[in-house]
């Protein structure tokens, strides 16, 4: 069984330096790792890919992309010498299941979402993830594409202006079903901004549903949908 971590990190690696997708240079960082936190209370890669050989994950929350306040149309050249790059390099480095900073620290907005951005919305989702599980320990956050942006259209701007869009759309797909191939989740709730491309791997079947949270007056809800995971051996209901 392949290393997860490590195998979606090196295709990123290597999908990033090919001269036809040079544009994507620029936004290549840590955060282009597809995965947040931890699984099974564990935060190194290594000890998760054992955990897998014998557990696997029972829900898989799929993101669109990592989140940055730079405009991409702001966005500059860069070479494979700038801190970017560099700091992906760190990255894949670490050992780590998820993000990790220079200073060590990680970004878990499940198993930790009372700190950092949209810290109410992520707290609501945790809560309602625990109530019905009992525990967070089963449960992924990955991202579906590994280059941030203020929002999924702005990416898709840039990925257009550059003529990306069908490569990173490929490619997205390719490492989405490579997560569902190792994690195995039991439920898949993705967010509707990473459904909107209508680049998710054909091996997950998705019904379309809304989630209002309770007691966020004001505040801007997840939108999810609802799948199972299908391969050709097994179908694993909701």
Not at 17 to 31: I, K
Not at 117 to 128: D, G, P, T, Y
């Amino acid at each position: 069984m392949i290393n997860i971590v490590n195998d979606l990190n090196e295709a990123i690696a290597d999908f990033v330096q090919r001269p036809e997708n040079r544009a994507l240079l620029p936004l290549t960082g840590t955060e282009s790792t597809p995965f947040r936190g931890s699984l099974f209370g564990l935060t190194r890669a290594d000890d998760v890919h054992r955990a897998l050989e014998t557990r696997r994950a029972a829900i898989l929350l799929l993101a669109a992309n990592p989140y940055s306040k730079v405009p991409l149309d702001e966005i500059q050249t860069a070479s494979f010498d700038d801190g970017g790059w560099m700091d992906f390099k760190r990255q894949c480095n670490s050992g780590s299941f998820g993000e990790r900073y220079e200073s060590g620290e990680m970004w878990d907005p499940i198993h930790n979402p009372h700190v950092g951005q949209r810290r109410i919305s992520w707290e609501f989702l945790a809560n309602s993830i625990q109530a019905a599980l009992g525990s967070l320990d089963e449960v992924a956050l990955a991202n579906v594409f590994s280059w941030a942006s203020k929002d999924i259209n702005d990416l898709f701007q840039y990925l257009n202006k550059h003529s990306l869009t069908d490569r990173v759309l490929r490619f997205a797909d390719e490492q989405v079903r490579a997560i569902l191939k190792a994690l195995r989740p039991r439920l898949i709730l993705c967010f509707k901004s990473a459904a909107k491309p209508s680049c998710l791997s054909s091996a997950m079947n998705t019904e379309a549903r809304d989630v209002s949270p309770v007691g966020m007056k004001g505040k801007r809800p997840f939108k999810i949908q609802l799948g199972r995971y299908v391969n050709s051996e097994s179908a694993y209901s909701v």
